[in-house]
C-alpha cells in the first residue's frame, strides 16, 4: 500500500532523530523513522542495599531506567509525517498499514531489558494513528551500555530488507561520567545515569548496635583491652543465636584489630580483620562491602606502623575501591583518614612537597565531612584524628618519635598548626585517654619546633603519663624521646658558652 497520498505537515511536531542512520537500505521508497518526542527518567525510587560480597552488584529489580519515544513515519525529501496505521503485533512490534512495513525494537544486551509500546503518550493523552509510544525498561543497577535500535523493515522478493533504523545509545553507571558514544550517521540519543550510592544495611542500620559498636571503641581508645576481650566474647555468644547479628560481632572484630595496633601488636591485629572477613563470609553478611573494606583500612593501618607506606597504600587503595559506590560513612571517613596519615607519616621521614601537602589536607578534610554526614556514630572520634594528623602534617612530625630538627618547618605551618591544636583544645574533654595523649604530643611538638622548651616538657610528659596509665606503648615511647629530646635542648641552653682560646 503505497503512502504518498497520505502525507500531513508536521506543523508543532519536532522531528527529532529522524535521520537514516543504516547503510543497509535497498529500497529507493521515500520514507523513514521519524521520532516525535523522547524522554528518560528512573522508573522507580526504591533503595539499592549492598549485597554479599560474593557478587558486589545490586538488585537488578530495584532501579529501572524508562527509556520512552513516541514513533512515527516522514517523508526523506519533504521531512513531511506520513498518515499511516500504526497496530501492534507484539510488544516490541508494529504493524504498518496493514503489513506494508514493520517497526520492530531491540535492545542489546537484553538481559532483564522489557519491551512495550502504547496508544498514548506518557502524560497520558492520546495519539493518532499514525504514532505511537514505544517504552525500554532497563536495570540500571551496574556499569553498562545498552543499544536500542529501532528498525523500518519491508518484505521484498521473499526476504525482508532493513529500510532505515536509529539507535538510542544508553550508558549506565559508566566510572568516567564525561564519555560521549555516538553512531556514524544519524542521532544517537545518549544518557548517562548515575549509580545511586549503597548504603549501611541490617543491624547496622539501628542505633542499638551503634551503642554497642562506640562502648568497644570506647574500651578501646582507653586502654580496656581484657574489659573488651571480655565482652566482645558475651556478644559472640549472644549472636549465635540471632545469626543476622553477625555483621555486629564482624565489625566490633575489625575494631579490636584497631586496637591491638594501638598497642603495637601488629600481627594479632591483622588476624582479627582476617577472621572478621572470614565470619562474614561464613554467614553471608549484607554488610560484607563495608566489613571487607573496613579491614582493609586495618590491613593499611598495619603496613604504615610497621613502615612499609607502599604497603598501606595498597590495602588503602583496597579499601577506597570497595567504599567508592557507597554513601559516606564512618567506616569510608576512616580510609580518608589514613591516607592523610600515610602523608603524614612521609613528611616526618623524607618529607613532601607542597602539592602532596595539599592533597592529604583535602583527604583529611574530606574524612571529617564523610564522619558529619553520618548520624549513627555520635562520638567524637574522628575530629581529633583529624586535627592530630594535620598537627603531624605541618610541624613533619610523627607520634612514634621526636621531631627531627634538620628538618626545617615554616612560619605559615607553625601558625597553621598552632591554630589547630587551639581547635582541638576545644574537643579535649570529650575525647579519650588515646586521643588525649597524641594532642600532647603535637603540642610538644609544636613547643619543641618554637623552642619553647618547659612548655613542651610539660606537655610530653602529660602524654607520657597517659599513654603509661592505658597501655600506649607506641605513644609512651614518643613521648619518652620527646623528653630526652626537651632535656637535650635545656642542657644546651644552661651550658656556659663555650670562650675561645684567643680570649683565655
Known amino acids: 500500500m503505497a503512502l504518498r497520498d497520505n502525507r500531513v505537515l508536521p506543523r508543532m511536531i519536532c522531528a527529532v532523530g529522524n535521520v537514516a542512520t543504516t547503510d543497509r537500505m535497498t529500497t529507493q521508497e521515500d520514507i523513514a523513522l521519524c521520532v516525535i518526542h523522547h524522554s528518560f527518567y528512573p522508573h522507580d525510587n526504591e533503595q539499592i542495599r549492598a549485597t554479599p560480597w560474593q557478587r558486589y552488584r545490586v538488585d537488578q529489580q530495584s532501579t529501572l531506567l524508562n527509556l520512552s519515544f513516541v514513533i512515527a513515519l516522514m517523508s526523506k525529501e519533504s521531512q513531511e509525517i506520513w498518515i499511516s496505521d500504526l497496530a501492534p503485533s507484539r510488544p516490541n512490534e508494529l504493524v504498518v498499514n496493514n503489513g506494508a512495513y514493520k517497526m520492530i525494537l531491540q535492545a542489546y544486551p537484553n538481559r532483564g531489558v522489557v519491551i512495550s509500546n502504547s496508544s498514548v503518550d506518557c502524560e497520558g493523552r492520546q495519539l493518532p494513528p499514525h504514532a505511537r509510544l514505544l517504552t525500554v525498561l532497563l536495570p540500571a543497577g551496574g556499569p553498562n551500555i545498552y543499544n536500542a535500535t529501532l528498525q523500518l523493515t519491508k518484505e521484498l522478493e521473499g526476504r525482508e530488507v532493513v529500510c532505515d533504523e536509529i539507535i538510542f545509545t544508553v550508558a549506565t553507571n559508566l566510572p568516567d561520567g564525561n564519555q560521549v558514544h555516538f553512531h556514524e550517521k544519524g542521532n544517537i540519543f545518549y544518557i548517562d545515569y548515575p549509580l545511586p550510592k549503597l548504603k549501611l ?209 615554616s612560619q605559615d605551618n607553625l601558625r597553621r598548626a598552632g591554630e589547630v591544636i587551639r581547635r582541638f583544645e576545644v574537643l579535649l574533654p570529650q575525647c579519650f585517654k588515646w586521643m588525649k595523649s597524641t594532642f600532647y604530643l603535637g603540642k610538644a611538638d609544636h613547643y619543641i619546633r618554637l623552642r619553647d622548651i618547659n612548655d613542651g616538657l610539660r606537655a610530653a610528659e602529660q602524654a607520657l603519663d597517659i599513654s603509661r596509665q592505658s597501655g600506649l606503648q607506641r605513644e609512651a615511647a614518643g613521648a619518652v624521646s620527646r623528653v630526652n629530646l626537651l632535656r637535650g635542648l635545656d642542657d644546651l641552653r644552661r651550658r656556659p658558652p663555650i670562650v675561645p682560646d684567643c680570649m683565655d
Open 201 to 409: 544495611a541490617g543491624v547496622l542500620t539501628r542505633p542499638f548496635a551503634w551503642n554497642i559498636i562506640m562502648h568497644f571503641e570506647k574500651l578501646s581508645d582507653n586502654g580496656k583491652y581484657s574489659l573488651y576481650r571480655q565482652h566482645r566474647k558475651s556478644l559472640e555468644r549472644w549472636a549465635k543465636t540471632t545469626p543476622q547479628y553477625q555483621d555486629l560481632v564482624a565489625m566490633v572484630l575489625n575494631e579490636e584489630g584497631v586496637a591491638c595496633l594501638i598497642r603495637n601488636r601488629l600481627e594479632e591485629g591483622v588476624n582479627l580483620a582476617r577472621k572478621a572477613c572470614r565470619l562474614s563470609s561464613f554467614h553471608n553478611c549484607v554488610n560484607d562491602r563495608t566489613i571487607r573494606g573496613y579491614a582493609s583500612a586495618v590491613y593499611a593501618a598495619a603496613e604504615r606502623f610497621a613502615g612499609d607506606q607502599d604497603g598501606a597504600k595498597q590495602y588503602l587503595q583496597d579499601a577506597l575501591e570497595i567504599f567508592e559506590p557507597m554513601e559516606p560513612s564512618s567506616y569510608t571517613s576512616i580510609t580518608l583518614y589514613n591516607i592523610g596519615a600515610i602523608a603524614m607519616e612521609r613528611s616526618a621521614t623524607v618529607g613532601v612537597s607542597n602539592d602532596e601537602e595539599r592533597e592529604a589536607e583535602s583527604f583529611l578534610q574530606m574524612a571529617a565531612t564523610h564522619w558529619n554526614h553520618q548520624n549513627l556514630n555520635t562520638t567524637a572520634r574522628m575530629l581529633p584524628r583529624v586535627y592530630n594528623r594535620l598537627i603531624g602534617l605541618y610541624l613533619k612530625s610523627s607520634p612514634n618519635t621526636a621531631p627531627n630538627l634538620d628538618v626545617t618547618v
